[in-house]
Protein backbone atom coordinates (compact mmCIF):
# COMPACT_ATOMS: atom_id res chain seq x y z
CA UNK A 1 0.00 0.00 0.00
CA UNK A 2 1.95 2.83 -1.00
CA UNK A 3 0.25 6.10 0.25
CA UNK A 4 3.04 8.62 -0.93
CA UNK A 5 3.94 8.08 -4.79
CA UNK A 6 6.32 9.77 -6.76
CA UNK A 7 5.50 8.51 -10.51
CA UNK A 8 8.44 9.65 -12.05
CA UNK A 9 11.77 7.78 -11.24
CA UNK A 10 13.92 10.78 -12.83
CA UNK A 11 14.47 13.66 -14.25
CA UNK A 12 16.60 15.35 -16.53
CA UNK A 13 16.30 19.57 -16.50
CA UNK A 14 18.76 22.21 -18.13
CA UNK A 15 20.55 24.36 -15.78
CA UNK A 16 18.81 27.54 -15.22
CA UNK A 17 15.09 26.31 -16.11
CA UNK A 18 12.63 25.18 -13.70
CA UNK A 19 12.58 21.62 -12.02
CA UNK A 20 8.97 20.36 -10.88
CA UNK A 21 9.39 17.26 -8.77
CA UNK A 22 5.60 15.63 -8.29
CA UNK A 23 4.13 13.46 -5.37
CA UNK A 24 0.80 12.08 -4.66
CA UNK A 25 -0.71 10.95 -1.81
CA UNK A 26 -4.08 8.55 -0.92
CA UNK A 27 -4.06 9.46 2.87
CA UNK A 28 -6.86 12.09 3.33
CA UNK A 29 -4.99 12.17 7.30
CA UNK A 30 -1.76 13.49 6.31
CA UNK A 31 -1.46 17.19 7.49
CA UNK A 32 2.40 17.80 6.94
CA UNK A 33 4.05 17.42 3.73
CA UNK A 34 8.27 17.55 3.82
CA UNK A 35 10.88 17.58 0.65
CA UNK A 36 14.04 15.84 1.57
CA UNK A 37 17.21 15.38 -0.59
CA UNK A 38 19.98 13.05 -1.24
CA UNK A 39 23.16 12.72 -2.13
CA UNK A 40 25.02 9.49 -3.02
CA UNK A 41 26.42 7.66 0.46
CA UNK A 42 24.60 10.56 2.35
CA UNK A 43 21.82 10.58 4.85
CA UNK A 44 18.57 12.42 2.94
CA UNK A 45 18.50 16.44 3.99
CA UNK A 46 15.90 18.70 4.45
CA UNK A 47 14.67 20.81 2.45
CA UNK A 48 11.04 22.47 2.54
CA UNK A 49 8.24 21.55 4.24
CA UNK A 50 4.39 22.62 3.74
CA UNK A 51 1.41 22.15 6.44
CA UNK A 52 -2.10 21.14 5.00
CA UNK A 53 -3.51 24.51 6.11
CA UNK A 54 -1.20 26.51 3.39
CA UNK A 55 -1.20 25.92 -0.31
CA UNK A 56 2.27 27.27 -0.91
CA UNK A 57 5.66 28.08 1.00
CA UNK A 58 8.59 29.31 -0.84
CA UNK A 59 12.13 29.45 0.32
CA UNK A 60 14.69 30.98 -1.75
CA UNK A 61 14.80 28.56 -5.38
CA UNK A 62 12.78 26.32 -3.68
CA UNK A 63 8.50 26.12 -3.22
CA UNK A 64 6.40 23.68 -2.32
CA UNK A 65 2.91 23.60 -3.55
CA UNK A 66 0.34 21.78 -2.21
CA UNK A 67 -3.51 20.94 -3.64
CA UNK A 68 -5.20 19.26 -0.80
CA UNK A 69 -8.37 18.33 -3.32
CA UNK A 70 -6.35 16.66 -5.70
CA UNK A 71 -3.69 14.95 -3.04
CA UNK A 72 -1.19 16.30 -4.65
CA UNK A 73 2.11 18.26 -3.90
CA UNK A 74 5.25 19.65 -6.16
CA UNK A 75 8.36 21.03 -5.59
CA UNK A 76 9.89 23.58 -7.97
CA UNK A 77 12.95 24.50 -8.02
CA UNK A 78 14.06 27.65 -9.98
CA UNK A 79 16.64 28.21 -11.43
CA UNK A 80 18.02 25.09 -11.25
CA UNK A 81 21.94 24.37 -10.63
CA UNK A 82 24.35 21.15 -10.86
CA UNK A 83 24.22 21.60 -7.18
CA UNK A 84 20.60 20.37 -7.25
CA UNK A 85 21.01 17.24 -8.84
CA UNK A 86 20.17 14.69 -6.04
CA UNK A 87 17.07 12.13 -5.72
CA UNK A 88 14.34 13.87 -4.06
CA UNK A 89 11.66 12.55 -1.77
CA UNK A 90 8.38 13.41 -1.06
CA UNK A 91 7.07 12.57 2.64
CA UNK A 92 4.02 12.92 4.50
CA UNK A 93 3.11 12.06 8.03
CA UNK A 94 -0.04 12.97 10.42
CA UNK A 95 1.22 16.24 12.23
CA UNK A 96 0.51 14.04 16.11
CA UNK A 97 2.92 11.23 14.93
CA UNK A 98 5.44 13.04 12.89
CA UNK A 99 7.75 10.04 13.65
CA UNK A 100 6.19 7.95 11.00
CA UNK A 101 7.43 9.98 7.70
CA UNK A 102 5.75 7.94 4.93
CA UNK A 103 8.15 8.68 2.10
CA UNK A 104 7.71 8.36 -1.33
CA UNK A 105 9.94 6.43 -4.14
CA UNK A 106 12.46 9.17 -5.13
CA UNK A 107 12.95 11.42 -7.58
CA UNK A 108 16.17 11.25 -9.39
CA UNK A 109 16.85 14.80 -10.51
CA UNK A 110 19.45 15.86 -13.26
CA UNK A 111 20.81 19.46 -14.00
CA UNK A 112 22.25 19.14 -17.30
CA UNK A 113 24.99 22.19 -18.10
CA UNK B 1 31.10 16.51 13.04
CA UNK B 2 28.30 17.10 15.14
CA UNK B 3 25.63 15.17 13.17
CA UNK B 4 24.17 11.99 13.39
CA UNK B 5 26.92 9.09 13.22
CA UNK B 6 26.24 5.92 12.39
CA UNK B 7 28.63 2.97 12.22
CA UNK B 8 29.49 1.05 11.04
CA UNK B 9 28.93 2.50 7.51
CA UNK B 10 29.10 -0.85 5.65
CA UNK B 11 28.44 -4.23 6.65
CA UNK B 12 28.24 -7.96 5.40
CA UNK B 13 26.42 -10.97 7.17
CA UNK B 14 25.88 -14.47 5.99
CA UNK B 15 22.42 -15.61 6.22
CA UNK B 16 21.96 -16.96 10.14
CA UNK B 17 24.73 -13.96 11.55
CA UNK B 18 23.71 -11.05 13.85
CA UNK B 19 24.25 -7.42 12.86
CA UNK B 20 24.47 -4.64 15.19
CA UNK B 21 24.15 -1.05 13.69
CA UNK B 22 24.49 2.01 15.97
CA UNK B 23 23.78 5.53 15.78
CA UNK B 24 24.94 8.15 17.97
CA UNK B 25 22.34 10.98 17.65
CA UNK B 26 22.92 15.10 17.26
CA UNK B 27 24.29 16.56 20.42
CA UNK B 28 21.44 17.58 22.67
CA UNK B 29 18.61 15.33 20.96
CA UNK B 30 17.21 13.07 22.64
CA UNK B 31 14.59 10.89 20.30
CA UNK B 32 16.14 8.57 17.90
CA UNK B 33 14.34 7.33 14.70
CA UNK B 34 15.30 4.23 12.42
CA UNK B 35 14.18 4.12 9.06
CA UNK B 36 14.80 1.81 6.19
CA UNK B 37 15.30 1.75 2.32
CA UNK B 38 15.34 -1.71 0.60
CA UNK B 39 15.89 -1.45 -2.92
CA UNK B 40 14.21 0.94 -5.25
CA UNK B 41 12.08 2.13 -2.63
CA UNK B 42 11.64 5.03 -0.09
CA UNK B 43 12.33 4.61 3.73
CA UNK B 44 9.83 3.33 6.05
CA UNK B 45 9.56 3.88 9.37
CA UNK B 46 10.79 1.44 11.43
CA UNK B 47 10.82 2.56 15.42
CA UNK B 48 10.81 5.81 17.29
CA UNK B 49 12.87 5.71 20.71
CA UNK B 50 13.88 7.86 23.73
CA UNK B 51 16.22 7.24 26.18
CA UNK B 52 15.56 3.57 28.09
CA UNK B 53 12.24 3.95 26.26
CA UNK B 54 10.59 2.49 22.86
CA UNK B 55 8.28 4.32 22.11
CA UNK B 56 6.76 3.51 18.66
CA UNK B 57 8.07 0.21 17.30
CA UNK B 58 5.27 -0.31 14.89
CA UNK B 59 7.19 -0.56 11.98
CA UNK B 60 8.99 -3.01 13.34
CA UNK B 61 9.11 -6.46 11.79
CA UNK B 62 7.51 -8.80 14.90
CA UNK B 63 10.67 -11.13 14.88
CA UNK B 64 14.60 -10.72 14.95
CA UNK B 65 14.73 -6.83 14.83
CA UNK B 66 15.23 -5.17 18.16
CA UNK B 67 16.31 -1.77 19.06
CA UNK B 68 17.58 0.18 22.31
CA UNK B 69 18.69 3.46 22.94
CA UNK B 70 20.22 3.17 26.60
CA UNK B 71 20.69 5.65 28.98
CA UNK B 72 24.88 6.11 28.08
CA UNK B 73 25.69 5.12 24.79
CA UNK B 74 24.24 5.01 21.18
CA UNK B 75 20.89 3.53 19.72
CA UNK B 76 21.55 0.14 18.65
CA UNK B 77 19.50 -1.69 16.19
CA UNK B 78 20.00 -5.15 16.40
CA UNK B 79 18.56 -7.68 13.30
CA UNK B 80 18.96 -11.56 15.03
CA UNK B 81 19.59 -14.66 12.63
CA UNK B 82 19.61 -12.34 9.33
CA UNK B 83 18.62 -13.09 5.67
CA UNK B 84 18.93 -12.17 1.84
CA UNK B 85 15.71 -9.76 2.35
CA UNK B 86 17.59 -7.86 5.40
CA UNK B 87 19.86 -6.10 2.82
CA UNK B 88 18.62 -2.55 2.61
CA UNK B 89 20.37 0.89 3.60
CA UNK B 90 19.33 1.20 7.44
CA UNK B 91 19.10 5.30 8.31
CA UNK B 92 19.29 6.90 11.87
CA UNK B 93 17.22 10.23 12.47
CA UNK B 94 17.32 12.19 15.44
CA UNK B 95 15.21 15.16 16.96
CA UNK B 96 15.64 17.45 20.09
CA UNK B 97 12.43 17.32 21.08
CA UNK B 98 8.94 15.11 20.41
CA UNK B 99 8.19 14.53 16.53
CA UNK B 100 5.83 17.56 15.47
CA UNK B 101 5.22 18.50 12.29
CA UNK B 102 7.30 21.61 12.74
CA UNK B 103 10.39 19.31 14.00
CA UNK B 104 12.35 18.23 11.60
CA UNK B 105 14.49 15.24 11.58
CA UNK B 106 18.41 14.59 10.49
CA UNK B 107 19.05 12.16 9.28
CA UNK B 108 22.74 10.07 9.72
CA UNK B 109 24.50 9.14 6.36
CA UNK B 110 22.90 5.33 6.94
CA UNK B 111 24.44 1.91 7.08
CA UNK B 112 24.04 -0.39 4.31
CA UNK B 113 23.88 -3.52 5.20
CA UNK B 114 24.41 -6.85 2.82
CA UNK B 115 23.46 -10.43 3.36
CA UNK B 116 25.13 -13.01 1.59
Known amino acids: DQQVKQNSPSLSVQEGRISILNCDYT??????FLWYKKYPAEGPTFLIS?????DKNEDGRFTVFLNKSAKHLSLHIVPSQPGDSAVYFC????????????FGQGTRLTINP | NAGVMQNPRHLVRRRGQEARLRCSPM?????VYWYRQLPEEGLKFMVY????????ESGMPKERFSAEFPKEGPSILRIQQVVRGDSAAYFC??????????????FGAGSRLTVL
Open chain 1, 50 to 54: ISSIK
Open chain 1, 27 to 32: NSMFDY
Open chain 2, 49 to 56: LQKENIID
Open chain 1, 91 to 102: AASVIQGAQKLV
Open chain 2, 93 to 106: ASSPEGPTGANVLT
Open chain 2, 27 to 31: KGHSH
